[in-house]
């Protein structure tokens, strides 16, 4: 059984985001930390870009801190290790294709294996181009993680079939952030989805509150929450962790 697997073997998953380097690495670190002993099942990590193209204001400002704070992959890389001295929780990277060929492909899949990073999402990878990537992930153990939007439509059955790790569903069209009501028909997304794989499923986008990490997790295997995570760690900045494991509790106990 993958790593992966494991965040969804016991009920639904709680997965949070957090922005690697906001506002440092240590307190990225802490927040982690707080995250798993509250309930997170699966941590999705991300690695700043300067233009993170599917993120919302809240996420954006977020790369921007951590960028302007001199944070690196080498340094979000150490973090990771750090925090396998203390966790086997399944881990993902979220990124942008650019960060993975800067680094050079190979070294930075190779990496997430040493480290012990179990999947890889890139929100700007078209499903169509993931050959780009998808043999040295397969090579290293790395999941490449699919996306499926609401616009995917004729394409789900095919994404679904070829899933690995988990489905990212996003809940909503436009970018991260909190939304006061998910409209998607989600149901027959995730429909298709049950005829076509077997792979857990994941919501994300927009979710915030409790009740709509609830009405998401009963269509699904999980939630995925990150701007209403990202925005306390933005107010709290080094005083977020605690704040952090307050809100990954509520969450995860509404699941």
Known sequence: MSNIARA???????????????PDLETTKSCVLEAVANGADLIELG???????????????ANERALRGGVTTDKIFGLVCDLRQATDIPMVF????????????????STCREIKIDGLILPDLPFEEKNEFLPLCEQYGVDLI??????????ISMIAREARGFLYIVSS???????????????SIMDTVRRNTEIPCAIGFGISIPEQAAKMAALSDGAIVGSAIVKLIGEYKTQAPKKVGEFVKKMKDAL
Not at 47 to 61: K, L, R, Y
Not at 173 to 187: A, C, M, P
Request: hydrophobic share 40%; aromatic share 12%.
């Open 94 to 109: 979220m990124t942008y294709a650019n960060v993975v060929f800067s680094y050079g492909a190979e070294k930075f899949i």
């Open 146 to 155: 699919s996306m499926i939007a609401p616009t995917s439509e004729q394409r």
């Open 47 to 61: 690695i700043p870009f300067s233009d993170p193209t599917a993120e919302g204001p809240v996420i954006q400002a």
């Open 173 to 187: 069209l436009g970018v991260t952030g909190t939304r006061s009501e998910i409209t998607t028909d989600l149901k």
């Open 8 to 22: 969804f073997n016991h009920g639904k998953a709680f997965i949070p985001f957090i922005t690697c380097g906001d």
